[in-house]
């Protein structure tokens, strides 16, 4: 509301932070939904005059206007390898992520207050409420409206397509580079091509990460560890034993000093990554 009731509401800055700003409302959303269903919904802020005790609205409804938001706001939005915060500031390119994966959610069956899962198109009176759709152009400058589950699916592929084209991402060659680049906290994690956003630690202050989620370390010259987080060994035994990401992510072995180690016991299964 402040950036939009700006005088240099129009400026690049100011739409890249209005980009975040729907970005974040919509991720929330999507959480929310994902949690409880149906949700009350807020477009503004809370203030004087304005009703907080609100019942519920119907979750198709807000993944369609939180759409709306996103495909208004993403192309004045700056990618990723551009912004000053990298792939930790919501970018442009996770936006494209992000209307694709709601766009799925709204296509997609969900469960409704009468305990049946339904799409919006057996309950909802999708051609005559506005709310419900979506506007926006595809990469052709096909100007379209999605309303129906199969054209919401279309507005998924659209928008996965539109990002394979603007900004493709092969994947890595190493799994294990990903979580060595964050540790070690090498510039590359900023344009990392296999991510498209992720929610930093407070610089200095790391958070649980390592400490309680991680490999045991009970003596070394870094310090210890408290872990108390663990994998189960039916996690462990659903990678195949070819599979490069299971001994990245799953970790066997402890320290009790900067060289020694030992083995866990099934039991014990510890998360890897952040090593």
Same mark, same amino acid.
């Given at each position: ?14 739409? !890249? *932070? ?16 994902? &949690?409880?269903?149906?949700? $009350?919904? @807020?477009?503004? /802020? ?12 119907? =979750?198709?409804?807000? *993944? ?23 792939? !930790?500031?919501?970018? #442009? ?11 799925? @959610? ?12 339904? #799409? ?11 709310? +419900? ?6 990469? /052709?400058? &096909?100007? =379209? &409206? ?10 998924? !592929? ?20 990903? @979580?060595?680049? !964050? ?23 790391? %958070? ?14 870094? %310090? ?14 659903? @990678? ?5 990401? #299971? ?16 083995? +866990?016991? $099934? &039991? ?8």
């Amino acid at each position: 509301e402040g950036i939009n009731g700006s005088s240099i509401k129009k400026s690049a800055a100011m739409q !890249e *932070y209005l980009g975040e700003a729907y970005c974040l409302r919509a991720y929330w959303y999507l959480m929310m939904c994902n &949690t409880w269903g149906d949700v $009350p919904y @807020f477009a503004e /802020s809370a203030k004087g005059g304005v009703t907080l005790d609100r019942p519920r609205m119907d =979750k198709n409804k807000i *993944y369609s206007m939180e759409l709306q938001a996103l495909v208004n706001a993403e192309p004045n939005m700056e990618f990723s390898d551009v912004s000053s915060g990298g792939i !930790e500031r919501m970018n #442009r390119d996770f936006c494209m992520g992000l209307i694709a994966r709601l766009a799925l @959610f709204r296509a997609g069956y969900g469960m409704t207050q009468d305990g049946t899962m339904k #799409r919006a198109d057996d309950y909802l009176d999708i051609a005559n409420n506005d709310s +419900l759709a979506v506007t926006y152009t595809d990469m /052709s400058g &096909t100007k =379209k &409206t999605a309303r129906t589950y199969e054209q919401y699916y279309q507005l998924a !592929e659209d928008y996965c397509q539109k990002l394979i084209s603007l900004k493709n991402r092969p994947l890595r060659a190493s799994f294990s580079d990903i @979580f060595n680049e !964050e540790s070690s906290l090498s510039s590359a994690k900023f344009t990392n091509d296999e991510v498209l956003y992720e929610v930093a630690f407070l610089s200095g202050n790391g %958070g649980d990460v390592g400490w309680c989620i991680g490999v045991p370390v009970t003596a070394s010259s870094k %310090g210890a560890t408290t872990i108390q987080v663990n994998l189960t060994p039916s996690y462990y035994l659903s @990678f195949d034993s070819d599979d490069v990401r #299971r001994d990245v992510t799953c970790s066997r072995i402890q320290y009790s000093s900067d060289t020694q180690q030992a083995t +866990l016991n $099934p &039991t014990s299964i510890a998360a890897g990554k952040w090593n």
